[in-house]
Structures are given as C-alpha cells and as structure tokens.
C-alpha cells in the first residue's frame, strides 16, 4: 500500500471507524482496570493516532509505535516514541523490555507468517498482559441476499482474496485470529465480533453514522488495494485494473444493497508464570 497523503486520509478515516464501532474506545481488553499499564506497543502503528490518543488517555504509561514507514507526527507527548521496525523480521525490543499491553491493527495482507508473528506478541508481552488484534473481514455480507446481486463486488473480493493468497499475505484473516492465538499459548482469547453497514441504509441513527464512514473507507480503498494486487499477481494492465476499480465504485453507489463488513477484536492475556 502506499503512504502518500490519500492513504494518510484513509488511515484516518479507518481510526474513526474503529472507534465509532467501539462506541469511542481505543480497545477492548481489559487494560487500565487497577492498576495502569507501565509499557504499551502499537505495531504498525501508520499515521500515529491511535498510539497518541492512548498517550493522552494513560499519561503515566510509555506508548511505543513501529512501523516500517516514519509518517507518524514529529511532535508527540513525552510518554510516546515511534521507530522504525519491521513486524515480521525480529523485533528491536529485548527480552526485558516486555509490554504490559501489545496492540496491532488491520495487519491482514501485511503479514505473511501469522504464527510467527503471534508468537513475537507472546514473547513480548508481559506474563498476564494483553495483546489485542483489531481486524475486519475482508469480505462482504448482508442478511437479507442484496449482497449477492452485488456481482462485481461479490467477485472483486475474490479476486482480492486469490490475488493475497497468491501473493503470500492473505488479507482475509480476521475470523481465523482467535483459533492463531490460542494456539500459540494465549488464554481468555475473546472475539468480539461488531457489524459495521456500507452505506447508510440501517434505520439506526448510530448505524446510519458508522456506515457513512464505512462506505468511505471501502470506496477509499478499492483503488489502491486493486491496482496493487490485480496489476502485480493477477496479470492485469493498469488500465485494465483502473476499469475495474470504477465498475467496483459504481456498484458500490447503489443504495438498494444492505451490506455489511465484519470487524473483530480479538483479544488473549499471557499466563502468569508459575
């Protein structure tokens, strides 16, 4: 994906969505009940935002953000640093600098060896901490059949979803996290699961809001994800892929669609040693 300012955009425009899906929250594990947490790791944490709200909302805790761009703001509160580090590769933190609370979000077709990379959350994390993965399900729903008269989206999320798969990073991930990461030792592991309409067809006056922003952050990122993967795995011309995107948005448009995306947070606390 790139990092220009359209893609800034649109990270913020997802941050906004994530929490207008949590009712303004930041996360749903249960940090922050008693004593706060000393240490916190945003992992590919993009523009910054989420890891300089929660330096504002735990002023007493160290927030540390990598990612392997360094789009993130110049100036941040004292608690709160960003580096540069690459998630899949070993991680630049020793073994006695463990988190207390490690966070990552919409890491789907970004990582390529899930397992390992739990398995650095694990090592990283604090006996008894939390790590949390916020994701949405790359793959479109509705409850009454109208997403399946939606056929160019309905095969455009195939073709996504072979094209990250061919490519080794398979973006649709987020209904598997739970099961990933029991399996490498994490306990209490919850899966809160939140549905978020594209568009503004629910009569729900929240609903309505949070599908406003939903069909946005969709419409925003059909084009960057399609010429990236059509282009570079499927075979296709930029031309080709630049029709592709538009015949996407058109049917995106239609009203007559009750659409929704699956968002989940998943969440698992370390054992206690001993």
Known sequence: MPNDEEEQDRLAFMHHLFKLMLGGELFRAPIGQGQQP?????????TGVWALEMAEDFPNSE???TDLSPIQPNWAPPNCTFMIDDAESDWAFSKDEAFDYIHARVMGGGIGDWQRFLEQTYEHVKPGGWVEMQEYEAWIHSDDGTHEQATVIMEWQQKIDEASRKFGKKMNVAAQLKGWMEQVGFINVQDDTYKAPVGSWPKSPR???????SKVTVWEAIEPYTLALFTRVLGYSAEEARDYVEKV??????????????FHFVYGQKPLEG
Do not use: A, P, Q
């Open 207 to 213: 609903l309505k809001e949070i599908g406003r922003v």
């Open 63 to 65: 927030i540390v953000g």
């Open 38 to 46: 000393e240490r916190i790791l945003d992992v590919g944490t993009g």
């Open 249 to 262: 948005r058109e049917e995106l448009l239609r009203s007559s669609y009750h659409l929704y995306v699956l």
